[in-house]
């Protein structure tokens, strides 16, 4: 079945720091690519998507970029603020019938300033 | 303004309890989910409804029920069945159910399950 990994937290950085956050992803198919963010006691937001081969997805200097060879869509952002502080979720969703999204189990990210 | 609420924030249960959470959306969405939520594992799907009047079982389904008899509301009960439900859960919703729709999936702000 589809499934997402995400490398595990927390990850640590200090204030315009450079971000990467890796995860790959197992599917039947050409899914859709997902990046989630948690602020501390909320639901999540979407950040950005992707939903071909090589699409890059972007927001509020975050990005990521579906890479089919290597089933793959890391997030990465290139300088931090405190304010990023939250956890990090990987979703992919297939792209017929009903969509249902799979989560990895997130990674969690501190930033000091 | 639009938008998902879920309510209680906090929930406390005694044992062998059923309890049910609330989920309103006045985004005139077709499509509803509940998740829950479990530290280092993710959100998994608990049930989904594409429209009203309908609904299917996710992921973990077991210990749960739900009903959909207006499109704006999807109450899920955390049944005494439900080994282990103390938990965050995740209310959701889409305007479209379709996978290959552009549309975002919008969460609500979550309630916190404790049985005690």
């Known amino acids: 079945g589809n499934s997402v990994t995400q490398m595990e937290g927390p990850v640590t950085l200090s204030e315009e720091a450079f971000l990467t956050i890796n995860c790959t992803y197992t599917?039947?198919?050409?899914?859709?690519l997902f990046w989630y963010v948690q602020y501390p006691g909320e639901g999540l937001q979407l950040l950005l998507k992707a939903t071909k081969a090589d699409d890059k997805g972007s927001n509020k200097g975050f990005e990521a970029t579906y890479r089919k060879e290597t089933t793959s869509f890391h997030l990465e952002k290139g300088s931090v603020q405190v304010s990023d502080s939250a956890v990090y979720f990987c979703?992919?969703?297939?792209?017929?019938?009903?969509?249902?999204?799979?989560f990895g189990t997130g990674t969690r990210l501190l930033v000091s300033p | 303004d639009g938008g998902i609420t879920q309510s209680p924030k906090y929930l406390f249960r005694k044992e062998g309890q059923n309890v049910t959470l609330s989920c309103e959306q006045n985004l005139n969405h077709d499509a509803m989910y509940w998740y829950r939520q479990d530290p280092g594992q993710g959100l998994r799907l608990i049930y989904y409804?594409?429209?009203?009047?309908?609904?299917q079982k996710g992921d973990i389904a077991e210990g749960y029920s739900v009903s959909r008899e207006k499109k704006e509301s999807f109450p899920l009960t955390v049944t005494s069945a439900q080994k282990n439900p103390t938990a965050f859960y995740l209310c959701?919703?889409?305007?479209?159910?379709?996978?290959?729709?552009?549309?975002?999936?919008?969460f609500g702000p979550g309630t916190r399950l404790t049985v005690l």
């Open positions: 979703a992919l969703s297939g792209v017929t019938g009903f969509q249902k999204l799979v």
């Open positions: 599917a039947t198919g050409y899914p859709s």
């Open positions: 409804s594409q429209i009203v009047n309908d609904f």
């Open positions: 959701a919703s889409r305007s479209s159910g379709r996978a290959d729709s552009t549309d975002t999936q919008y």
